[in-house]
């Protein structure tokens, strides 16, 4: 009898397990990145922003031309991808068609060691100073797209902010319609399965959780 609850206990732990991974693996944080940059516009009577899948591709391409150096972003080392390389580089990654590319209105870019949620990245990593809140506020934004990623999978995280003063369905166009996913990371407005930039600290925490747990019924039921 005690085999049998056991044997039922693990069964249903296993499925919980597998059923949180599962939710966790829809969750976009650069969809959420986008969810409260409009919604920190609107409070302030600015437009809500198309969250244009293509732009968001070219900000990931923008945090991977940094190669994982988060000295170069901000501060008085601070240094930022040739304007070339839009076309040249993260256009083509992108599938984004070059000659769809408009001007870039505004960028948001930080860096840090830990990965910490799109709300709190928001607020204390790439809205510092008055400077970046001109840049969320101003009004020849018509089009975002946001991106996060950490270094091959880790630490550091990179969160970047393109805005573009395109047209909707017109600027950032790409190739068969949606554009080239590529890892790590994840970009806003791609419909894409992406849990973040924290994946391996996700899973390190579901299986210490799985292991913990199996322990204490090992125990419980003296097998």
Known sequence: MAKSTWFLLVSLLVVSAAAATQIKV???PADELV??????????KASTLYDNPGLACIALQYIKA???DCSSVGGTDAKKPPESEFAETFAP?????ASTLTPITGRLLG?????????EAFSKILIENSKGLEILYNKNHTEVGAAVSGSDGGSPYFWCVLFSSGKTNSSFATE???PKITRPGCFSGADDECSGADDR?????????FTTALI???YAFGL
Request: proline share 4%; net charge positive.
């Open 35 to 44: 969810s409260v940059i409009n919604s920190n516009r609107t409070a302030h």
């Open 93 to 97: 990654n992108c599938g984004v068609l």
């Open 176 to 178: 068969g319609g949606t």
């Open 26 to 28: 829809t969750n976009n």
């Open 201 to 209: 600290s996700r899973s390190s925490h579901m299986w210490s959780f």
């Open 66 to 68: 940094y190669q994982g």
């Open 111 to 119: 860096c840090q060691s830990k990965y910490v949620p799109p709300s």
């Open 216 to 218: 204490a019924m090992w």
